[in-house]
């Protein structure tokens, strides 16, 4: 294993490694800016890649167009049930994390990933932070929040990306002393790219005309059961009559969405994942955004593109009463679309979400950084805002 900050140093109290752990390509997003400020920091740092998205539209891609270092580990653990994969994670991970005895493991978002590593380090006592702490959708049958409610319990520091996620976890009886409200890192990215996002080439490559609209489908919830996967893909083909779309079609649930008549169309095209840069170019690009993704919900909301989130409930509510997305069910979405179509580019409600500014990267990696020196975390002292919960 190699560390690709400083090659060859040794762990050691006064050389601290952080480790961080990624499994999925949102992962890869929000994690970009964290570990650019750090090394800006000269904190000693790498990468573990637990392979939880695997093939290279879905990582090798997401890795370039961020510039993210080479991991210093790939576990490789594929797909897989909860169970299965969980397992794999837990067993991989603790191999890595006694081998680089890191000082802090930080992880990101919701995925099983992120929670393989807070139990393996929970376990071994080693110290971990998170990032996107205290979203919740209050929905325990979706497996990210079972994911996201242990990984709080756990962590020791705790990166919120919205003043709601502060409530959720004061109800919950987090110390408020491990909790720091600093932006969403996701955003960062998106800011980094933005001059790199042009629709054209997409468009042309993909034989879009200029008002198109894009979907992507993955949840459980929405493709694992035969007949919500035929009454979801019903209403995307209503909608497909309307407007031409372009479905980046995640291998979760392909097979399941094809049978249930997911497939290239006259105004249906279904092509394979896209790195972030294409991907987020084409949704510049839309006129509509059909989604059941939690990333996609706030990148549609500083892009202004107008977004329909497929689910009862979601985790970022800021991206309702601060943006662009709406929450509605298959039967609804037809109708919503042509709403949102006749009303053309959308436009975020009042003030964008505070402190999504470009600069949670920065925020995060000063709190680590003060952290590994043993100094006082106090948002006072970080220059962190910290608004009253709600």
Known sequence: MRDFARPGAAPGPENPLVLHVLGARPNFVKAAPVVRALAELGVRQGIVHTGQHYDALMSDVFFADLGLPEPIANLGVGSGSHARQTAALLTGLEDVVLAQQPALVVVYGDVNSTLAAILVCAKLHVPTAHVEAGLRSFDREMPEEVNRVVTDALSDILFATSPDALSHLAAEGVDPARVHLVGNPMIDSLFSALDRLDPAPVRTRLGLGERYGVATLHRPANVDDPASAKELVDAVRQ????????????????????????????NLSIIDPLGYVDFLSLVRGAALVVTDSGGVQEETTMLGVPCLTVRPNT???????????????????????????????????GELPPLWDGKAGPRIARVIETWLRGGNLSPAAQGVVRPRPE
């Open 315 to 349: 985790e970022r509510p800021i991206t309702v009463s601060h943006g662009t997305n709406r929450l509605v069910t298959p039967a609804q979405l037809p109708a919503a679309a042509e709403r949102a179509l006749a009303d053309g580019a959308a436009t975020p409600s």
């Open 239 to 266: 909608v497909s009559e309307r407007l031409p779309i372009v479905v980046p079609l995640h291998p979760r649930g392909r097979t399941r969405l094809a049978e249930a008549g997911l497939v290239d169309g006259e």
